[in-house]
């Protein structure tokens, strides 16, 4: 059923249609709105959030409709996940459906028992996003955290999983500013060195907060965003669909709503059909959160082969493409990424164990 619908997302996408028989293979999901940090380039500081978890009907109802044909879900948003109260009953019932999980933190929670509690769940795949390599850009990009002490939950995480020879994937991440821009080769260096890390990445602001200047520009439209023929949709905490995250920080409108809509529904509705048409007629930049926005668009040969396989083995290959990007191995036009204004273009950089090389070795 899953291999069916990936073969008709990839219909629609190479047909450029703007209705499509398939559903999404990848959402994410904003389970908290509720945090516990402040971040001067998180879009919560923009857009306020109210504190609370999202309800069980609505992320039941989501993952029973998706069962059949969605494979990866983001179990992020907003929040911080270990906020929600909800969190391992959500990954669990993802399990259930056949549905990977994935999820991002900031750390503050990570205790040795709930590090225990993370490994022992059915969680494949989890980013720790440690933005700096120094306690001064790190506190002053993550507010109300300590240095040393997140730093101290990581490693003890990482060497936990490493001990029990768990098979969760860890990527330790660092979104690269201005006050870490420095800072790549120590904080590369550092977490490479840690048992149990198997990425680390460094990866470019795709906010627009601190930089709502940053956009595409009109010749970037020449290939049509996977987004809207292969997900992932973002869905908030009260159940509002957006056509992806970008498209809520740009304060564009809902495509509908999971609560009271179906998934079908919304996939194909009006304004899903109207943006992706607009995208294959080369004219995205007339719809005003695309032309806003600054995120990488692939090739379309990288989107065909990401919908010829499943969405966990993309997710695992993805780090391999941008390391490939990185290095020159694979022809520049197969990515669009993002243009940094005043600063060199720079692509995700991302690197394994020890052995395995670095951008910092290079």
């Known amino acids: ?60 109802r989501l993952v029973r409709e998706s069962g059949k044909t969605g494979e990866h879900m983001m179990l992020i948003g907003l929040g911080e996940p270990f906020m929600d109260r909800r969190i391992f009953d959500r990954i669990e ?30 969680l494949e795949h989890i980013t720790l996003s440690f933005d700096g390599a120094t306690k001064e850009s790190y506190e002053y990009y993550r507010k109300g955290a300590k240095f040393e002490k997140v730093r101290e939950n990581f490693v003890r995480f990482a060497r936990m999983k490493h001990e029990r020879k768990s098979k969760m994937q860890i990527v330790v991440q660092m979104v690269r500013m201005e006050r870490n821009w420095d800072e790549v080769e120590e904080f590369t260096r550092f977490w490479r060195a840690v048992p149990g890390v198997d990425q680390v990445r460094i990866k470019a602001d795709e906010t627009n907060v601190l930089d709502p200047a940053s956009a595409h520009a009109a010749e ?58 607009l995208h294959a007629e080369g004219r995205a930049g007339e719809i005003d959160i695309c032309s806003r926005c600054c995120t990488t668009i692939p090739h379309p040969a990288l989107v065909a082969g990401s919908l010829l396989l499943h969405g966990r083995t993309v997710r695992r290959l993805l780090p391999l493409v941008e390391r490939l990007a990185y290095f020159s191995k694979m022809p520049a036009r197969l990515l669009r990424p993002p243009k940094p204004p005043n600063r060199r273009q720079e692509l995700v950089q991302i690197s394994g164990p020890p052995g395995k090389g670095s951008p910092a070795d290079s």
């Open 220 to 277: 970037d439209w020449k290939y049509p965003c996977h987004y809207l023929w292969r997900g992932p949709l973002y869905v908030k905490q009260n159940g509002d669909v957006y056509p992806c995250c970008q498209s809520y920080m740009l304060d564009g409108a809902p495509v509908g709503n999971i609560e009271t809509e179906s998934l079908d529904s919304i996939w194909n509705s009006v304004e899903m059909q109207r943006m992706r048409r």
């Open 93 to 122: 019932y993802c399990e259930r459906h056949g549905i990977s999980t994935l999820l991002s933190t900031n750390g503050t929670f990570l205790d040795e028992k709930m590090s225990e509690r993370i490994l022992e769940s059915t």
């Open 1 to 60: 059923m899953r291999a069916w619908n990936r073969a008709k997302l990839l219909w629609g996408y190479l047909r450029r249609k703007s209705e499509i028989g398939g559903l999404p293979v990848e959402f994410i999901v904003e389970t908290t709105a509720k945090c516990n940090l402040y971040c001067p380039m998180c879009p919560r500081e923009t857009h306020k959030q109210p504190k609370a978890d999202m309800a069980d009907h609505i992320f039941e």
